[in-house]
C-alpha cells in the first residue's frame, strides 16, 4: 500500500497525528539505566518500553540515527531493533537520518535505510537536488515514503531558507515548490504523495504558506514541546479535515519522568499531545 495511504489509515484509525521521536541519550535515560553495561542494549530497552507506551496515542515513531550511532559500537544494531519492534507493535516507523548523497552513495543510504532496518519513510536533505533523492523516489514508488526538509524547526534556519531566489521567492518556498512537483507520481487513493515535507512546528506563518503549495503533501512537523512548537502552532500544517501532518516530539515526551515511571509519563505525555491537537484541530 503506498506510505500515504497507510498514514492516513493509521491516523484515521487511532484519531491521533502524533509522532514520538525516539532520540536517546544514555546520560539522560532514568538512573535504573545508570550502571548498564552496554549503553545501546540499555537505549534498546528503554526504546522498547516507551514505544509500548506510546503505541495506542501515536501512529509512527522517528528514531534518530545520530543518537543511536553516540551509543557505541552497537547503535546501529539498536537502531534496527528498535524500527523493527515499533513496527511489530502496529507502529510506522521514520529513519530520522537526513542522509542522502549522489548515485551509488544514495542508492546505498536508500537499502540501507528502507531495506536494511525496514523503515517505512526516511528524512533527506534537499540541497542537492532531485538526482540525489532519486534511489529514495523509487522505493516511494513501492510502499515507502520520504520527508524533505523545507523549512527546519531550528531558530537559524532562517539564515539559509528564508533568503530569496532570484523569482523573489524565499529558498523554503521554492524547496516545497520541488516537493510538489517531486510528489504528484507518488499520490495515493487518499489523495496524499508518499513526497512529504518537513515542516517546523515554530514557523506556523511559513507553514501557512507551504500548505497552501503543498495541498497533497504530508508534513512531518518536527519543533513540538521542548523546541517551543504547540498545538495552536501546529494548526497551520493541517488542511480542513484534519489531515496531512503529524506533528513530532521527543524531548518533551521520553524524558517526561526520569523515575521508574518514565514509561508511563512518556504514554501521558503522548496522550496529552494527542489531545491538545486534536482539540486545535476540532475534532
Not at 131 to 151: E, R, T
Request: glycine letters at 10%.
Amino acid at each position: 500500500m503506498n506510505f500515504a495511504d497507510q498514514l492516513v489509515k493509521e491516523i484515521e484509525r487511532k484519531d491521533s497525528r502524533v509522532c514520538v521521536g525516539l532520540d536517546p541519550v544514555f546520560e539522560k535515560l532514568p538512573k535504573q539505566y545508570s550502571g548498564a553495561d552496554d549503553p545501546a542494549e540499555a537505549a534498546f530497552d528503554f526504546n522498547r518500553k516507551v514505544i509500548d507506551a506510546v503505541k495506542d496515542y501515536c501512529v509512527i515513531v522517528k528514531p534518530s540515527l545520530p543518537f543511536h550511532l553516540a551509543l557505541g559500537e552497537g547503535g546501529w544494531v539498536c537502531f534496527g531493533k528498535t524500527i523493527r519492534y515499533a513496527k511489530s507493535k502496529g507502529l510506522l516507523t521514520i529513519a530520522d537520518a537526513k542522509a542522502n548523497d549522489l548515485g551509488n552513495t544514495a542508492a546505498a543510504y536508500a537499502n540501507a535505510f528502507y531495506s536494511d532496518v525496514g523503515a517505512d519513510a526516511i528524512t533527506a536533505n534537499v540541497f542537492m537536488g532531485s538526482d540525489s533523492l532519486k534511489p529514495f523516489f523509487d522505493y516511494c514508488a513501492k510502499d515507502k515514503g520520504i520527508f524533505v526538509l523545507v523549512k527546519t524547526s531550528n531558530p537559524s534556519s532562517s539564515e539559509f531558507q528564508d533568503l530569496k531566489a532570484e523569482n523573489g521567492k524565499h529558498f523554503y518556498e521554492v524547496f516545497a515548490k520541488a516537493v510538489a512537483n517531486w510528489g504528484e507520481r507518488f499520490v495515493g487513493s487518499e489523495g496524499f504523495s508518499s513526497v512529504g515535507a518537513v515542516v517546523g512546528a515554530t514557523f506556523p506563518e511559513q507553514a501557512k504558506k507551504i500548505r497552501r503549495e503543498l495541498k497533497n503533501c504530508f508534513f512531518l512537523v518536527p519543533g513540538y514541546g521542548a523546541q517551543g512548537g504547540d498545538a495552536n502552532g501546529v494548526k497551520n500544517c493541517f488542511n480542513e479535515e484534519g489531515l496531512g501532518a503529524i506533528v513530532s516530539a521527543s524531548r518533551s515526551v521520553l524524558y517526561a519522568s526520569g523515575g521508574k515511571d518514565f514509561a508511563q509519563a512518556a504514554g501521558s505525555a503522548a496522550k496529552k499531545m494527542q489531545d491538545e491537537i486534536n482539540a486545535v484541530l476540532g475534532l
